[in-house]
């Protein structure tokens, strides 16, 4: 008989786990390493990281925070860069405005740390080659993020149907997401795969292997486009990076139910040279973007992961994302 589960993959005992009375001491015998962590030891590695996934207001719906205030926190953080996600629309224009703003902050000597300040174009109302164009041409423009709640593998997930399509029903990559892909080759974007299956996630990351695009699974240990560990290393073989964000690491009223530890898990399983460390913060019931990134941090720390692997993760994979290693 099969193991009931939570969600894909989470079972009923491990909730039951996760949830003992003596989970809290077992996570310390089992990880020594918790017991070194303070506030602040996430400083060194913070210098020079890239958070390329956070949400800010404006936008849709209310954030915690705003992208000014979240840039001046991740220039106080010494960061290298900080990059603004939108579901629907195009962040470039603000994320100049933010640019100007810190610069003009170092300039008066309010800040002694220039962060650069990204932005990106979500694809909710599809996949539009024509819009895509026109937003590249914008400055500060660095990712291209594919459908996400109007993807089909979403709704596919959620027992609907309907969504953007990127592929056809022969499994072949369609002609506007397949140039969608080279514009990003040939503008040095990175492109986020957004909520969709592996379904179409498979042969969209063949083809962006065909044609050297960089992309990035989106927080695949979310429920919303959870994936397994194996079909997470498929795609990483095939070069595309894998998402490990604070979410769904950190406790989460928007994720109540989830495995900490498989983030970790997926990290070793992986390995650092596959993975990008993001937040996926400014939610506004959550915490504040860098905030976020400082816990993620000190739990990867704590347990286990070398710091050699989060500097790697944190700061040289989003700038090989990026296309900022050139």
Known sequence: MAEEKVGRVLTFDRVKQLNAKDWFYQILKLNPELKKV??????????????????????????CQDMVESAIDAAEAKMRGVGYKDHFFNTGQAAYLTQRHIDHL?????????????????????????????????PNMKVIWFPTFKAVGY?????????????????KVLPEVEKILELSVERKV?????????????????????????????????????????????????????????????????????????????????????????GDFGQVLHIKSIEGDRIFVRALLGFGIPKEDIIKMFRNNPAKLLWLDE
């Open 38 to 63: 303070y506030p602040g030891i996430e400083n060194e590695i913070l210098e020079g990281a890239i958070d390329h996934h956070i949400h800010a207001y404006p936008d849709f719906v209310y954030r």
């Open 155 to 171: 709704y596919r997930n959620i027992g609907q149907s309907g969504g953007i399509p990127l592929i056809d029903d022969n499994d």
């Open 106 to 138: 170092v300039e008066t000597g309010v800040l002694e740390h220039r962060v650069e300040v990204y932005g990106g174009i979500g694809l909710n109302f599809g996949m539009n080659v024509e819009m895509v164009e026109t937003a590249l041409q914008y």
């Open 190 to 278: 990175g492109v986020g795969l957004g909520h969709t299956d592996f379904k179409e996630l498979y042969p969209v990351a063949k083809k962006a292997k065909e044609i050297g695009a960089r992309t990035v699974l989106d927080h695949p240990l979310l429920e919303l486009n959870k994936l397994t560990f194996e079909e997470m290393k498929e795609l990483a073989d095939l070069g595309v990076y894998v998402g490990t964000y604070c979410q769904p690491m950190i406790p989460s009223i928007y994720q109540p139910v989830a495995d900490p530890m498989e983030t970790v898990e997926l990290i070793k399983y992986i390995g650092a040279d596959r993975c990008i460390i993001g």
